[in-house]
Structures are given as structure tokens and as C-alpha cells.
């Protein structure tokens, strides 16, 4: 008896409002993550350092506004723009990439200094980490170039790719404050994002499969994004609707005036090959939902999937889109203001 299915449309009604409301979002998905079996298998280690990362949690917060503040300088840059910001490399010692201001600030190493004195990760695993995100960026942004220049639907594929094993490493690096890994702390060789899906396989696979999630609900801010800069971005959905740069230009070409006058789009009034791209996602999706432990997990991120879809699609133009964007900037530069 398939019991995922059955249970489906209970998890779709119950979750419907807290998925579409923004400050619940983040609680339900919050939720998926508290109720997973990975959690559970460490839950005496988690309880044991709850009182350590709640006395830490004012620079955990710090961290976190830091790397939104590096993730929308990311987005916002050129493909080129990444590529000459600085050498990226794994291991142990800080790349020439972490030291350039336009995306790392200063307060990024001493906010990392202070969490390795407080007990909360040690020194040469966040620097480790923090090469990592930085590979992974570079990496990406070479693809982006090298897609721009020709028509690889297998290079664009890889970018989105690229993208969901960074949010994988990414998230996965804070849940390491409640549930250290000794074998990644004890690693003498350069972390790597395969030694991460390692070390957390349930955890790391979980932060994976909810970029797909993330993907859907911003296919139409990407698709935005895609019309300024003519770069592909790395959203997953996008990579299967226009996997060539010949579709990808005249859904570009139709869209660019449309995205100007609209806040929400449905999936009914999407082109073909978007809505195409939506539906070979969600297959794929689903497949990484099913691999995942636990039923209260996946009964959760698939009704994410199912509840974006019946919500439709943000663009741009959206308030709560615009809101996220004024409230991040806000939160960084009251934080370099209170650091001085």
C-alpha cells in the first residue's frame, strides 16, 4: 500500500496555508527538516548542543544575513564578473576568491572566528565549507560561459545541477552546528561535496531535492533574470523547459515585455516548453522525494511541489518577491552599522 499517496491530499489541505504565507514557508519546510529520521538518529547529540548554538545564536544569525548578502551578489553578477573576482580552491587556507570585497565581506572571517571559539564549528571546517561554496560558484559561472558561446543542453543541465548540490553543501553546513560530523573534522584532505553528501546522506539529499522546490517558485523571477543579464541561470525548471539557447531566445523575446506588467503568473498561461520544463522537473523531483527517509518529510515536500504549482508563479513585480529583496539589504546593512 503506497501510503505517500494516500496520505497526499491530507498534507495538501493542511499545508496549502502555511506553504502560501510568507512567514510560515520557511517554518513548514523548517518542519520537513525537524521531523526527518536523520534528525531523529541524532537526537541526544542535537539536545546535548541546543544551550551552545542558542548562546551563539546572535552570530549564527550574523553568518546567515552574510551569506544571503553573498548569495544576492552572486546572482546579481555576470558570469564573468565571478571568474575574475579571484582563484577559487578547496582545503583548509581561504581562496583569493573569499578575500575579494564585492562579495565576501570582512566581517564574514571574524563571524566565523567567533563561532569557532564559542564550540560551534571549528576553524578549518568552515574555511573547508566556505572554499567549497566558493568552488561550486565558479564552477558554475565557467559553465554559464561556455553555455553562452554555444548550445550544450547537457551543459545547461549541469549548471542547474551545479546549483542543487551547492544548496545541498550549503544548508547541510549549518545543520552541522547541531550535529557535527567527526569524520569531517578529523578529514586531512580538502572537503568536498561528495564527502558532504557522505557525512549527512539524508541531509544533504533533503536540502538537494528542496531547490527543485525553490526553482518552481522562482521560474518566473529567474526567467526575469535571464531577459537583464541573456545568461542562463540555474534554475532547474528553466534548464528543462529551454535546454537550447534557440528556445531559450524566443521565450526570452516574448516574455521580456510581459514580465513588466505582471505579479503572478498561473502554469496555464505559461509557454509549452515551460510548461514542459515544469513537468520533467517534477518527475525528477518526485523521484528524489520518494529517496528520501522518513514519510512526514516527504509528505511535506511533495505537497511544496503540488501547493507552488496551484499557487502559480511569482515575478518580479511581486510584493513579497520585493519585500525579501528590501528586507535582506536592510538586515546586512544594519549589521555592518552595528559592527562598527
Known sequence: MNFDAILAPLFDRTLAYPMATAGLRFKTYGAAVVLSPEVLRHGLQIAGRLSRVFNAKADIGHLITLTEHIDDMVDAAYPAEILQAGATGLGDIPSPFLFNEKFVDPIYFSTLQRLHFGGIVPGHVSVNFSNLFADLCREKADMQMRYADGDDHVTRIDIAKNNLELSGVFTTFFYSFLSPSQKLIDQKTPITKHDVAAAYPQMYRLNYTMQYIDDLRDIMIDLADEVRTGCPTSNIVLAYGMPHNTARHIVMKSW???????????????????????????????????????????GILGSFWRNTLREGFMTPNHQTYQENLTHNQTKYLALKASLV
Open 256 to 298: 521580456s515585455e510581459k514580465l513588466s506588467k505582471m505579479d503572478n503568473v498561473r502554469i496555464s498561461d505559461l509557454p509549452i516548453v515551460l510548461q514542459s520544463g515544469i513537468k520533467a522537473a517534477g518527475i525528477q523531483a518526485m523521484q528524489e522525494i520518494g529517496s528520501l527517509e522518513g514519510v512526514m518529510t516527504r
